[in-house]
């Protein structure tokens, strides 16, 4: 079965940096795409950042570009989010996302697996 797990989250005061890790079992990042996505109360899923099976391919969401970065390590079934730059918005539970695709997408409906989430709070 497809396990996912993410891990890094935490309280950070704005400015501050975060990387969260996106470990998974069962081969799930075997010619698979990865994405993050961030959940604030009261509010939907939102896309953050996207990246290829082969890493070639990025994509992020205008209001972390610049200041997030994805990336991944096949090899040990794990992908990351590098967040930088901390604000107060980026506060959500942040979700890593599997598609059975070795393409990114920024589509919440194309990805099948899902990890629990992990906490970010930015406050000060």
């Known amino acids: 079965q497809v396990q996912l797990v993410e891990s890094g989250g935490g309280l950070v005061q704005p400015g501050g940096s975060l990387r969260l890790s996106c470990t998974t079992s069962?081969?799930?990042?075997?010619?698979?795409?990865v994405g993050w996505f961030r959940q604030a109360p009261g509010k939907a899923r939102d896309f953050v950042a996207t990246i290829s099976w082969s890493a070639r391919g990025t994509s992020y969401a205008d209001s972390v570009k610049g200041r997030f970065a994805i990336s991944r390590d096949n090899a040990m079934n794990t992908a990351y989010l590098q967040m930088n730059s901390l604000k107060p918005e980026d506060t959500a539970v942040y979700y890593c996302?599997?598609?059975?695709?070795?393409?990114?997408?920024?589509?919440?409906?194309?990805?099948?697996?899902w990890g629990q989430g992990t906490q970010v709070t930015v406050s000060s």
């Open positions: 996302a599997v598609r059975l695709s070795p393409l990114g997408s920024a589509a919440v409906e194309d990805y099948t697996y």
């Open positions: 069962g081969r799930a990042l075997s010619n698979s795409g």
